[in-house]
């Protein structure tokens, strides 16, 4: 199972690009990189996934790099709104889905 | 949003009871989760399903058992609740996306627990 390593806690102003960096130094090959956020009293909510390269959506961008050990989320511009717990998690074929501790994001006026 | 329920969404209980918990989908999904999650933590996988009868453990599945006898729904059971099971469970499903098995999970709205 592939383990991942996250900081505890960020902290950020608004209007800023915040990155959230995830090491996951024994990803399998077929192994997929995928980000959640979890606000207050809910379950955690996808927001991207990749498996090489770079992915963007509408909320955010996935940076991967080509040996895969590592990933980075970019929220562009973040606010107030995205104070949040943010999990990265490596898996696939909804097999044994192991979450990490996850970061902490403190978005400040 | 996809179609999870998680019944009860409350309960307390008392050290040594039974309890189980509900986790219903109307996506027709295969994999189905267990997770826990307690103040200061992440979430923890308890047991997971791959299909109807099919189940596997996670992280922490000692004293926890599950059953899953038709795709809509996976049940959660503490035979025996202890204090140290007071926590929130999510319940989780997901399916395999496009051909080469990225997932996405969907999760409900979670239980909280209390064992006293």
Redesign the interface.
Known sequence: LAKTTQPISMDSYEGQEVNITCSHNNIATNDYITWYQQFPSQGPRFIIQGYKTKVTNEVASLFIPADRKSSTLSLPRVSLSDTAVYYCLVGNQGGKLIFGQGTELSVKP | DAGITQSPRHKVTETGTPVTLRCHQTENH??M?W?RQDPG?????IH?S?GVKDT?K??VSDGYSVSRSKTEDFLLTLESATSSQTSVY?C?I????GL???????????TRLTVL
């Not at chain 2, 933590?41 to 996988?45: C, D, M, P, V």
């Not at chain 2, 997901?94 to 996306?97: A, D, G, I, K, R």
């Not at chain 2, 080469?100 to 979670?110: D, K, N, R, T, Y």
């Open positions: 295969r994999y989760y997770y933590h992440g979430l923890r996988l997971y791959y596997d996670g992280e999510f989780a997901s399916e395999v996306t080469a098995g990225g997932v996405e999970q969907f999760f409900g709205p979670g």
